[in-house]
Nanobody, 126 residues
């Protein structure tokens, strides 16, 4: 079992930046993957980015590529999401997710992830 705790959300002005953190506790697999999703009110949960160990291979969403960047610790217990040039459209609850592994297109799907954090609110004011 893996527990995930996110932090770093908050209120930011348009054009600003935030860095979200997710710490995993529990047993992680050799091909452990951590990902970030978000969900805005009335919308479906949206994939943002994922990082798969041990090579730290990155899966990115085309919608946020260039503005959002995922990084992870060598210890496979933390993932971070750097978000730049934020706009009010980025307002959502941001979730950290994890799985023992994922392959190909499955890494972009919320159904591939077994463990979820409680979410952290990001609000971008105009």
């Amino acid at each position: 079992q893996v527990q995930l705790v996110e932090s770093g959300g908050g209120l930011v002005q348009a054009g600003g930046s935030l860095r979200l953190s997710c710490v995993a506790s529990g047993r992680t697999s050799s091909n452990f993957v951590m990902a970030w999703f978000r969900q805005a009110p009335g919308k479906e949960r949206e994939f943002l980015s994922a990082l798969k160990w041990p090579a730290k291979y990155i899966y990115d969403s085309d919608s946020t590529k260039g503005r959002f960047a995922i990084t992870g610790s060598d210890a496979k217990n933390s993932a971070y999401l750097r978000m730049d040039s934020l706009s009010p459209e980025d307002t959502a609850v941001y979730y950290c997710a994890a799985a023992a592994s994922c392959t190909g297109s499955g890494c972009y799907s919320s159904s591939s992830y077994d463990f979820w954090g409680q979410g952290t609110q990001v609000t971008v004011s105009s």
